[in-house]
């Protein structure tokens, strides 16, 4: 139970009813260290009971590894990329290092991300 968070916790109900209903919406939660991010994000998590959830905490020492984060996130999704286009699965595969390709150009990767997200969330 959080304190004094009504408002932020009714935003992110919000959200996430748009969502159970097809439709985008997002929350944008900052602040300074200390004010309870983590505790609202994870009271959020709770409501989300019928959700998949993905989550990535960023690590300082990987902030200059490229898409060190993305890997994270999406790691647990990958087996859902054989759903994609073969040229989906290779930007993923170059951004992820998992083949030997050059990293790719971000509007692709934007792109291949939401199809694997996509694919993930229809199962």
């Avoid at 159970?20 to 505790?39: L, M």
């Avoid at 959020?44 to 905490?57: G, K, P, W």
């Amino acid at each position: 139970m959080l304190i004094g968070r009504d408002q932020e916790l009714a935003r992110c109900r919000a959200a996430l009813t748009a969502a159970a209903a097809g439709r985008a919406s997002f929350v944008e939660i900052v602040g300074e260290p200390g004010i309870g991010k983590t505790a609202l994000i994870a009271a959020t998590a709770d409501l989300a009971e019928n959700f998949s959830r993905l989550r990535v905490t960023g690590v300082p020492a990987e902030a200059s590894i490229a898409y060190a984060g993305l890997d994270a996130l999406i790691r647990p999704a990958l087996e859902w990329s054989r759903e994609l286009s073969s040229f989906q699965q290779s930007v993923l595969g170059a951004a992820l290092r998992l083949s030997g390709t050059s990293m790719p150009d971000p509007l692709p990767l934007v792109g291949s991300v939401l199809g694997l997200l996509a694919a993930a969330s229809a199962n």
